[in-house]
């Protein structure tokens, strides 16, 4: 199971505490840091001093840190042309050395769009997939060759289809609860499919989904990584538990029943229910991001532990 720390910066966060968070994370052995793509935060926090753009951060980042892999849980295909993603991923990649991973998403949350001016079309669903037709067509035209696509939604050119990305291939990320046109699409784009704050029950259905999927389109099911994203909350005693909970204004009841809570070994056995249905990588969302000592918890007393 690999263990990667996950980041919900607009809640309030300034670069200098995220560039803190990715290089303990990368020196205490987690695989990525990845954060979310959001410009307004939600429920009560304020969220001081403002948001940080997700790319730009992690351009930042890509040149701060040497080892640990970097990306968004999920890019709003609302924020970004494709075109326009396209070479920025493609860029930032080059700048960490071939380190970068694109979870790409539809967007969501209408009061940030309204927030900052940012279009919020109806149809967000079929715009995504021609944004993953396009980024994953660009990159893989070859160097000299033209890319042309003509869609409802979006039409490109004689593009020279440049930059390319360090990595021959960057992973692309995409995820959610949709019981049709999700997997579907999980299948033709997707390098790894996450769910969200889903249950084990939950998690086994969609997995199953997407597997399914993938092997209506001819794919090996096998060739994706799957993936969770769950809220942590891990303490050596359970008042250390109960304090942690309070400061993410959480309930360690609910915690427990649809996140990672608990003591180490509690962590450790609720992680092993999900990898039990085919979870690979469990992408740990920490919000009180001032609390390192919770990551070097987990990597001395959890990830030891994990398969």
């Known amino acids: 199971m690999d263990l990667r720390v996950f980041t919900e910066p607009q809640q309030g966060a300034t670069y200098d505490t995220l560039l ?24 009560s926090v304020s969220g001081l001093p403002g948001p940080t753009d997700a790319w730009i951060t992690l ?98 050119k004689d593009s020279p289809a440049l930059p390319k990305p360090a990595q021959e291939r960057v992973p692309v990320l995409i995820g959610g609860h949709g019981a049709k046109r999700t997997p579907a699409l999980a299948a033709q784009y997707a390098d790894e499919f996450n769910i969200p704050f889903a249950s084990v029950e ?3 259905t969609q997995f ?21 994203a769950l809220v942590a909350c891990v303490g050596r005693t359970d008042a250390e538990v109960k304090r942690r909970a309070e400061v993410i204004g959480r309930d360690v009841d609910e915690l427990k029943a649809n996140g990672l809570a608990g003591s180490p070994a509690e962590v450790v056995e609720r992680i092993a229910a999900f990898e039990a249905v085919g979870s690979q990588r469990m992408y ?24």
Request: hydrophobic share 40%; charged share 25%; aromatic share 10%.
């Open 59 to 156: 351009a930042g980042l890509a040149r701060e840190t040497e080892t640990i892999r970097l990306g968004t849980l999920m890019t709003a295909g609302t924020f970004r042309l494709p075109g326009v993603l396209a070479i920025e991923v493609a860029q930032v990649d080059a700048m960490s050395g071939g380190r970068v991973e694109l979870g790409l998403g539809s967007g969501w949350y209408e009061e940030e769009h309204s927030a900052y001016g940012i279009p919020f079309p109806k149809e967000k669903f079929g715009r995504l997939e021609e944004q993953l037709a396009i980024v994953t067509g660009l990159w893989k035209t070859p160097v000299g060759d033209r890319f042309d696509f003509d869609g409802t939604f979006y039409q490109l």
């Open 284 to 307: 740990l969302q920490m919000l009180d991001l001032d609390d390192l000592d919770q990551l070097e918890l987990i990597s001395a007393e959890v990830m030891p532990q994990l398969s």
């Open 202 to 204: 939950d998690t086994a």
């Open 20 to 43: 803190r968070v990715a290089r303990a994370s990368e020196a205490l052995g987690y695989s990525a840091f990845f954060r979310s793509d959001h410009y307004l935060h939600m429920g």
């Open 208 to 228: 199953g989904r997407v597997r399914a999927a993938a092997e209506e389109r001819g794919r090996p099911a096998d060739s994706l990584v799957y993936s969770n």
